[in-house]
Every structure is written in C-alpha cells, then in structure tokens.
C-alpha cells in the first residue's frame, strides 16, 4: 500500500517539475525571443549559451533537476508533439521510453 503511494507521490512530484521547467522555460523565450535548442537543452536555463542575447538567467536557482527516478528530463525543441513549442519528457517509473507511465508536457496524463 506504502510503495503505491510513494510512487504515486513520485509521479506527482515529476508533473511539478515539469511545469516549473516550462515556466523557466517560458521567462527564457521572452528573454532572448526563442526557446533553448535542443542542443543548448535545459542547461540553458542555467548557463548562459553562446551568442544568445538578453539571456537574464539562471531561470531555474538550484540547477536543472532530474525527474524523481534520477533520469534527466527530455527536451527537444521544436518539438514533434508541440510543434510550435518544445517536448518535455520524462519517463517514468520504468525509465523506458513509450507506455503508460511517461510523464509529459502534451498529454492529460
């Protein structure tokens, strides 16, 4: 019943740090006029990229967090499930990609 609710909380925790992450990474796109790419990622939340102007970071204080299984989040920009945005991604549980327990920025899980 206990592991149920750790995981549980653990899940939760993952669908906070992904909505703190698209904060920073929203505060970034009004700073600099575009998202980090995908090769910049999230460390360009943390360290200013070179030649990216008006960068007003860090925009995440403690560093980029990994989700709660100890995996780095995916980020890929522009994004094949927001097109016009990026894809923010973590695994889940399982720490494999696809299935029912991926934690993401583009569907209601």
């Given at each position: 019943?206990?592991?149920?609710?750790?995981?549980?909380?653990?899940?939760?925790?993952?669908?906070?740090?992904?909505?703190?992450?698209?904060?920073?990474?929203?505060?970034?796109?009004?700073?600099?006029?575009?998202?980090?790419?995908t090769?910049?990622?999230?460390?360009?939340?943390?360290?200013?990229?070179?030649?990216?102007?008006?960068?007003?970071?860090?925009?995440?204080?403690?560093?980029v967090?990994?989700?709660?299984?100890?995996?780095?989040?995916?980020?890929?920009?522009?994004?094949?499930?927001n097109?016009?945005?990026?894809?923010?991604?973590?695994?889940?549980?399982?720490?494999?990609?696809?299935?029912?327990?991926?934690?993401?920025?583009?569907?209601?899980?």
């Open positions: 019943k206990f592991t149920r609710r750790s995981e549980q909380a653990r899940i939760t925790a993952a669908r906070t740090d992904i909505a703190n992450i698209e904060v920073a990474l929203d505060a970034y796109e009004v700073d600099t006029g575009a998202y980090p790419t090769e910049q990622g999230l460390l360009a939340l943390v360290e200013q990229p070179p030649n990216v102007k008006n960068w007003m970071g860090p925009y995440i204080k403690r560093g967090p990994k989700d709660p299984w100890g995996n780095a989040y995916l980020y890929t920009q522009p994004g094949e499930n097109t016009s945005g990026y894809d923010l991604l973590s695994f889940g549980p399982d720490a494999k990609e696809g299935g029912e327990d991926d934690i993401d920025n583009w569907s209601e899980n």
